[in-house]
């Protein structure tokens, strides 16, 4: 039943019947937060069975840096805020040392990272962790390669299991060829792994229907394809994308088939809240340039996006007056 409590100084309503369900419902961690009921702390063990009633007083609050951060332009998903809005994958380059030079260009604080087998033939070969750190980098396990949902919630129960991981990236395929998400598969995975614990930021079509369905099954983001993986071909569908972002209550960032610079932008003019790239940077001549010039045109979509541009006109509009012409 809906119930009207007081959070953090405004009015609130909420269905949760606990603070841990309130917590959850406001996309933070319960483990990650402080809560005062009615003046008095609430222990962070007991969360999930303090019931919420009419008229409770509660604040929540959790740790921030120090300094005053009004007015940057972050974003948040699943409780856990980012400055750059660009993320950076860890496959197709040259060395590790390449790699952890393109993520520094990028200004990347999030990595997508593969789960593998361990080489048991040489266990002391060199880590991706041992040139990226991920106590500075937050590591995104995927589901790359995984064509059931099966396979997918196996290699992200191993990865929480391999590295405490709960913010990960899912993505079923449905076949080989065009790379592209098998849907129904997808979106069962996203169910199952959202019950467990899960934060899943999801891999999907650019179709709106199919990203409303993912956020009900419990996506902490929405992740269309722009074209297909590691084709370079930018944006194909700005309209169905628009269509997407107008309506999603989580973020949503354009994954795949990003080619330059320009594309980059694009999707941030769109309104997305941030792009994800791999082949793009990996693949370019020069990939700690390109790392430099896609963290630029992210920065400058945006802005171009919060600006709001000019109308669209079917003809010619002067610039300058036409009267007291000469």
Not at 13 to 18: F, K, P, V
Not at 43 to 66: K, M, N, Q, W, Y
Not at 170 to 187: D, F, W
Request: glycine share 10%.
């Amino acid at each position: 039943m809906s119930k009207t409590i007081t959070l953090n100084g405004a009015p609130h309503r909420t269905a949760a019947d606990t603070i841990a369900d309130l917590v959850r419902e406001l996309e933070l961690v319960p483990e990650k937060v402080a809560v005062e009921r009615n003046g008095a702390i609430v222990p962070r063990s007991t969360l999930g069975e303090a019931a919420l009633a009419e008229g409770d007083t509660l604040e929540i609050v959790h740790f921030v840096g120090g300094g005053d951060h009004a007015g940057e332009d972050t974003w948040t998903v699943a409780g856990r805020t980012f400055r750059s809005r660009l993320i950076v994958g860890t496959g197709k380059y040259k060395s590790f040392e390449q790699n952890a030079a393109a993520v520094a260009a990028a200004g990347a604080e999030i990595v997508t990272v593969a789960v593998r087998r361990v080489n048991i033939s040489d266990p002391k070969a060199p880590m991706l962790t041992d040139f990226i750190d991920p106590k500075k980098i937050t590591y995104l396990p995927n589901t790359a390669g995984c064509f059931t949902a099966d396979d997918a919630i196996r290699t992200l129960r191993l990865a929480r299991e391999a590295g405490g991981w709960d913010l990960v990236k899912l993505e079923v395929l449905g076949e080989a060829r065009t790379l592209y998400p098998n849907m129904v598969e997808t979106i069962r995975a996203t169910e199952v792994l959202a019950k467990e614990g899960f934060h899943p930021m999801v891999y999907c079509t650019d179709d709106p229907i199919a990203a409303k369905q993912l956020e009900d099954a419990g996506a902490v983001a929405i992740m269309p394809l722009g074209a297909p993986i590691g084709s370079g071909l930018g944006i194909q569908n700005r309209v169905t994308i628009r269509l997407i972002v107008e309506a999603a209550k989580v973020p949503v960032l354009v994954d795949a088939g990003v080619g330059t610079a320009s594309d980059a932008a694009v999707g941030m003019e769109l309104g997305c809240d941030g792009i994800l790239m791999n082949t793009a940077i990996a693949e370019a001549k020069d990939p700690v340039r390109m790392a430099r010039a896609m963290k630029l045109a992210v920065e400058a979509g945006r802005a171009a996006y919060l600006a709001g541009r000019m109308a669209r006109r079917m003809y010619a509009d002067p610039s300058s007056p036409l009267a007291g012409l000469i």
